[in-house]
Structures are given as structure tokens and as C-alpha cells.
């Protein structure tokens, strides 16, 4: 299945060293453009301040890229493309349901620490613009492909038939979601983070007596 992306997400092209300056591949300029969005906000973001934080002219950040918008599309797609891709590994494609919805938990924690920036930034998208709406869009049909796991999941059993599907989805990623208000990389139990997620979900949807 093809999912919408972000238009105007072709690769930002690698900068040369040019004197003193820093020479900039599509990860390092998206990892600036990425940080200056999140705190000063996209709205509020202007290209002077992604040359500033870059070190970097203007007229050589439009060198590599159309501005700021195609930066964001560049960016929400990295995130999105992340999760996608858990959706594809085998873990989430074969097997009984519970066990795929599992893997996809799993997943989907490890890419949120892995690409914490970006999908700090995914999650702070309001839909003010056509590349945000796109987003949005992937996003809905990511918990909606979840919440198909989940409805497999309390038909085989696993899964208590009396909660609803689409709120349980949506408590879940409530849950994964909430690392980016206060994880912080370095921590000694970021390993174990996957792991804690995958109980404590499991054990909020497990059957309760006499409904499974």
C-alpha cells in the first residue's frame, strides 16, 4: 500500500567545506532545522534563523533545498517513514495478532528514541499548511492500521472485547508519546524503555475474568 508524502522531499544534496564553514549533508541541516522548529516553532521560523543557527548563508541553505517548507516535509517524512517501516517488518506481518501488535509496540517506541527530534516535531504538527496535512494524514492511518491489530487481537481472545479498539490505539500511543515530554538521551534505562511500554500495554488490554 502507498502511503501520501510530503511533497517537495527530495534529497538535500551534501555541502562542500568552504573555508571555516561547516559542510552540511541532508542529516546534519535537517537535525538544525529540526531543533530551531521545535523551540522557536515552524510558524515562527524564519530562514534567517536556520542560516544563523546553521552558520550558514542564506543563499547557501537555498542552494540545497526551496526553504523552510520542503525542510519540514524532509523531516515529518523521517519521522513517519520510521514507523511505516515497523508496520513491514515481519514481527508485525505474520504470526497471531497479539504478537504483531506487540512488535509493533515495541517498534514504535525504538523509533520514537532513536528519532526523538523528529517525532517530537511529527507530534507538535497542528495541520496549518498542505505538508502538515499530509502528515496528519499518515499519521491517522498508522493508528488506524494499529487499531486493526487490536481488533484482531480481542477476536482471537488476547485482547479484552470490551474496550473499543480506536480509544485503546489511541491511549497506547498516549503512552509512547508522552517519552518525548521528558526522555532524554543518555539515560542508562533506554534499553529497557521498549520492554516496560510492551508490559504495561499488555497488561491494561489483557481479558478480564469472564470476558475473554
Given at each position: 500500500?502507498?502511503?501520501?508524502?510530503?511533497?517537495?522531499?527530495?534529497?538535500?544534496?551534501?555541502?562542500?567545506?568552504?573555508?571555516?564553514?561547516?559542510a552540511?549533508?541532508?542529516?546534519?541541516?535537517?537535525?538544525?532545522?529540526?531543533?530551531?522548529?521545535?523551540?522557536?516553532?515552524?510558524?515562527?521560523?524564519?530562514?534567517?534563523?536556520?542560516?544563523?543557527?546553521?552558520?550558514?548563508?542564506?543563499?547557501?541553505?537555498?542552494?540545497?533545498?526551496?526553504?523552510?517548507?520542503?525542510?519540514?516535509?524532509?523531516?515529518?517524512?523521517?519521522?513517519?517513514?520510521?514507523?511505516?517501516?515497523?508496520?513491514?517488518?515481519?514481527?508485525?506481518?505474520?504470526?497471531?495478532?497479539?504478537?504483531?501488535?506487540?512488535?509493533?509496540?515495541?517498534?514504535t517506541?525504538?523509533v520514537?528514541?532513536d528519532?526523538?527530534?523528529?517525532?517530537?516535531?511529527?507530534?507538535?504538527?497542528?495541520?496549518?499548511?498542505?505538508?502538515?496535512?499530509?502528515?496528519?494524514?499518515?499519521?491517522?492511518?498508522?493508528?488506524?492500521?494499529?487499531?486493526?491489530?487490536?481488533?484482531?487481537?480481542?477476536?482471537?481472545?488476547?485482547?479484552?472485547?470490551?474496550?473499543?479498539?480506536?480509544?485503546?490505539?489511541?491511549?497506547?500511543?498516549?503512552?509512547?508519546?508522552?517519552?518525548?515530554?521528558?526522555?532524554?538521551?543518555?539515560?542508562?534505562?533506554?534499553?529497557?524503555?521498549?520492554?516496560?511500554?510492551?508490559?504495561?500495554?499488555?497488561?491494561?488490554?489483557?481479558?478480564?475474568?469472564?470476558?475473554?
Open positions: 500500500m502507498a502511503y501520501p508524502r510530503s511533497p517537495s522531499s527530495e534529497p538535500v544534496k551534501p555541502q562542500r567545506m568552504r573555508g571555516n564553514r561547516p552540511y549533508t541532508t542529516e546534519t541541516l535537517l537535525d538544525v532545522a529540526v531543533t530551531v522548529f521545535t523551540t522557536r516553532g515552524y510558524e515562527g521560523t524564519s530562514m534567517e534563523d536556520l542560516a544563523a543557527a546553521a552558520g550558514l548563508s542564506k543563499s547557501s541553505i537555498y542552494h540545497h533545498v526551496q526553504g523552510k517548507q520542503q525542510l519540514l516535509g524532509l523531516a515529518l517524512d523521517r519521522a513517519l517513514d520510521g514507523l511505516f517501516a515497523v508496520l513491514t517488518q515481519p514481527g508485525a506481518t505474520s504470526g497471531p495478532a497479539v504478537d504483531r501488535l506487540t512488535h509493533v509496540i515495541r517498534g517506541v525504538r520514537l528514541l528519532e526523538l527530534p523528529y517525532v517530537t516535531l511529527l507530534l507538535r504538527v497542528r495541520g496549518n499548511s498542505p505538508i502538515e496535512l499530509a502528515a496528519l494524514a499518515r499519521r491517522r492511518e498508522f493508528d488506524q492500521l494499529v487499531a486493526h491489530l487490536v481488533l484482531r487481537a480481542q477476536r482471537d481472545g488476547e485482547v479484552d472485547v470490551g474496550l473499543d479498539a480506536a480509544v485503546a490505539t489511541r491511549l497506547i500511543f498516549g503512552m509512547i508519546n508522552s517519552l518525548t515530554e521528558w526522555y532524554r538521551p543518555g539515560r542508562a534505562d533506554r534499553l529497557d524503555l521498549p520492554e516496560t511500554v510492551v508490559q504495561l500495554v499488555l497488561t491494561g488490554l489483557a481479558p478480564r475474568p469472564g470476558t475473554g
